[in-house]
């Protein structure tokens, strides 16, 4: 019988260019493939570095992998999240009772001091870049 080929032939990307039925199709093609994937890994990198540098870590410059980058980044939104929700919480007990706030060692819960102040031992503390090591 007939032999048949059953690969249905796909549209050509913008990035490729078709210039003959042949070998040399495919070398070309693979070329751009190449290329668009090497655009691809160093717009990923690039992210990654931007990122990195929005993250606190002592020293400063140290060198992270993109597993740890991505969870001290989450580490760090959380910690944001719950300071800025702290804020708002102490913003909204204020208005509730203003007197309190003004009387000399308001704040009998531990870690609070006069109007509201948290000790240094009890006020969030952003991730540590060792946090991220399990």
């Known amino acids: 019988m007939f032999a048949t080929n059953n690969r249905v032939k796909r549209r050509p990307s913008p990035y490729e260019m078709e210039i003959t039925d042949g070998p040399h199709?495919?070398?070309v093609r693979r070329i751009f493939t190449n290329s668009r994937e090497r655009w691809r890994q160093q717009n990923v990198n690039g992210a990654f570095a931007e990122?990195?540098?929005?993250?606190p870590t002592h020293p400063p410059d140290k060198k992270l992998s993109k597993n740890e980058i991505l969870?001290?980044?989450?580490k760090y939104i959380n910690f944001l999240a719950k300071l800025l929700?702290?804020?708002e919480e102490e913003g909204t007990q204020r208005a509730k009772d203003p007197v309190l706030w003004q009387l000399?060692?308001?704040g009998s819960q531990p870690g609070q001091l006069h109007r509201g102040a948290r000790t240094q031992a009890h006020s969030p503390q952003p991730p540590s870049c060792h946090a991220?090591?399990?």
């Open 51 to 55: 990122l990195r540098k929005l993250i």
């Open 71 to 74: 969870r001290l980044a989450m």
């Open 85 to 87: 929700n702290d804020q």
């Open 25 to 27: 199709t495919k070398v």
């Open 104 to 106: 000399p060692g308001w």
């Open 132 to 134: 991220a090591r399990h």
